[in-house]
């Protein structure tokens, strides 16, 4: 699950993360269509909290990091 308020940036999480998969000569075509199709890209945090793991990576706002998490919790 990947959220992004911004469509271009998330755009570009999905092609750096094609590009990524694309690196990968171990994976078959399938394997990698199977792993970009379950990928969720949206800009909705409700999203998150179906995720198993959660990796935070806003970019330096104690109080936007601390919003979130809260909203994880709940």
């Known amino acids: 699950t990947v ?3 911004i469509p271009a940036v998330r755009e570009k999480a999905l092609n750096s993360i094609r590009g990524v ?15 970009l199709s379950s990928l969720v890209i949206s800009e909705d945090r409700a999203k ?3 995720a198993s793991i959660v990796i935070e990576a806003i970019l330096e706002d ?11 919790s709940e």
């Open 3 to 5: 959220i992004e308020p």
């Open 48 to 50: 998150a909290n179906t």
């Open 21 to 35: 998969l694309e690196k990968r000569r171990t994976l078959s075509e399938r394997e990698r269509q199977d792993i």
């Open 62 to 72: 104690l109080e936007l990091k601390r919003e979130l998490l809260r909203s994880l």
